[in-house]
T-cell receptor
Framework: SQQGEEDPQALSIQEGENATMNCSYKTSINNLQWYRQNSGRGLVHLILIRSNEREKHSGRLRVTLDTSKKSSSLLITASRAADTASYFC???????????FGKGTLLTVNP | DADVTQTPRNRITKTGKRIMLECSQTKGHDRMYWYRQDPGLGLRLIYYSFDVKDINKGEISDGYSVSRQAQAKFSLSLESAIPNQTALYFCATSDSPGLAGAETQYFGPGTRLLVL
């Protein structure tokens, strides 16, 4: 079964606005990652946050992690049309280094 | 050149046929993975390999087999394809544990498979 579940399933915003996507998971994790997928292409790693971290930044991306609520959020600031893609959270728990992916949020940024 | 390549990129086949999807990587990673992606279901792990002599089943391995021919090559086979194996298939790699960034996975461009 899926570990991470993204919310919302789809999000449509205007260029320049901020986009926030959420991810909830069920069991304890070592880290949580966010990936981006342009239509029909492979996933690209965006950012990783470890279980002992609460917030992390990378360029226009800001990720938060609340282990008590088993949730994470990905904020994209000042969105651009090129940010249009699906965004997936992936969790890793235990020592096997396998990732479990959620179903994704489809973000559409309108010019 | 792409670090993770998959061949073919698109394939149409008929029920009952044997199909092989190939993955090659130039990243020098030990770990390789095969996933399938279906609309609304996200990515599901089929098989993974942590080194050349190691093969492990993922969550949906039935109907699939794999071969790790070398560190750089990991093939996925459908012995007798069926229509519900129509999906987008991705290969991914990651580095060995203990190294910086080891948890990050690098994906190939995908193979779109249609089983009629």
């Amino acid at each position: 079964s899926q570990q991470g579940e993204e919310d919302p399933q789809a999000l449509s915003i205007q260029e320049g606005e901020n986009a926030t996507m959420n991810c909830s998971y069920k069991t304890s994790i070592n880290n949580l990652q966010w990936y981006r997928q342009n239509s029909g292409r492979g996933l690209v790693h965006l950012i990783l946050i470890r279980s002992n971290e609460r917030e992390k930044h990378s360029g226009r991306l800001r990720v938060t992690l609340d282990t008590s609520k088993k949730s994470s959020s990905l904020l994209i600031t000042a969105s651009r049309a090129a940010d249009t893609a699906s965004y997936f959270c992936a969790t890793r728990g235990g020592s096997n280094y396998k990732l479990t992916f959620g179903k994704g949020t489809l973000l559409t940024v309108n010019p | 050149d792409a670090d993770v390549t998959q061949t073919p990129r698109n394939r149409i086949t008929k029920t009952g046929k044997r199909i092989m999807l190939e993955c090659s990587q130039t990243k020098g990673h030990d770990r390789m993975y095969w996933y399938r992606q279906d609309p609304g279901l996200g990515l599901r792990l089929i098989y993974y390999s942590f080194d050349v002599k190691d093969i492990n089943k993922g969550e949906i391995s039935d109907g699939y087999s794999v071969s790790r021919q070398a560190q750089a090559k990991f093939s996925l086979s459908l012995e007798s394809a069926i229509p519900n194996q129509t999906a987008l298939y991705f290969c991914a790699t990651s580095d060995s544990p203990g190294l910086a960034g080891a948890e990050t996975q690098y994906f190939g461009p995908g193979t779109r498979l249609l089983v009629l």
